[in-house]
């Protein structure tokens, strides 16, 4: 099982570096923006898609990781709760 998630991994992460590779090559031409009055560098336009969008994968990953966290330690908490109320039954019974 774990070789077939590792050949699994290796798939999607070659398909991206593919996608990003040609998204960088079909939009060649040279782009500066503006964000609050600085202007940035001069770029091509495919890297700036492939680089905001990467932002954008990355912080999306940085909030649902503490909102998964955050139920992760719940149910922690949670199972043993049930855990010392399945054990008090148990003492009850006997």
Do not use: H
């Amino acid at each position: 099982m774990s070789a077939l998630k590792n050949i699994l991994w290796l798939i999607i992460t070659s398909v991206s570096v593919f996608l990003g590779v040609c998204l960088v090559m079909d939009n060649p031409e040279l782009v500066s923006f503006k964000i609050f009055g600085f202007e940035s560098n001069i770029y091509p336009r495919g890297l700036l898609l492939l680089g905001s969008f990467s932002i954008g994968c990355i912080l999306t990953l940085l909030v649902t990781s503490t909102a998964f966290i955050k139920l992760k330690y719940k149910l922690s908490k949670t199972k043993k709760q049930l855990a010392k109320l399945e054990s008090s039954i148990k003492i009850k019974k006997d």
